[in-house]
């Protein structure tokens, strides 16, 4: 989607957001908060930091990272 659509695009977030959900559900943690940083990353720029998908964004991405120190 980030080549079809282009980096800057709202909906190349939501569908690194989406593949990072599938990968976690599978038992990539890692990659899955890898992906989770970039769309964090690439959602602020995007969107701006009080977004509703930018607060989704975050609360994703620590929460994977607090169970992840946790295993």
Same mark, same amino acid.
């Given at each position: /989607? ?12 939501? %569908? ?9 559900? /599978? ?5 899955? +908060? %890898?992906? !989770? ?16 998908? !930018? +607060? ?16």
């Amino acid at each position: /989607r980030k080549t079809k659509l282009g980096a800057d695009h709202p909906d190349t977030p939501t %569908s690194i957001n989406n593949l990072a959900f599938t990968l976690k559900v /599978r038992g990539f943690t890692s990659r899955a +908060i %890898s992906l !989770m940083e970039d769309c964090c990353k690439l959602g602020l720029a995007i969107f701006g930091p009080r977004h509703p998908n !930018m +607060i989704s964004f975050r609360e994703v991405l620590t929460i994977w990272q607090l169970e992840a120190l946790e295993i």
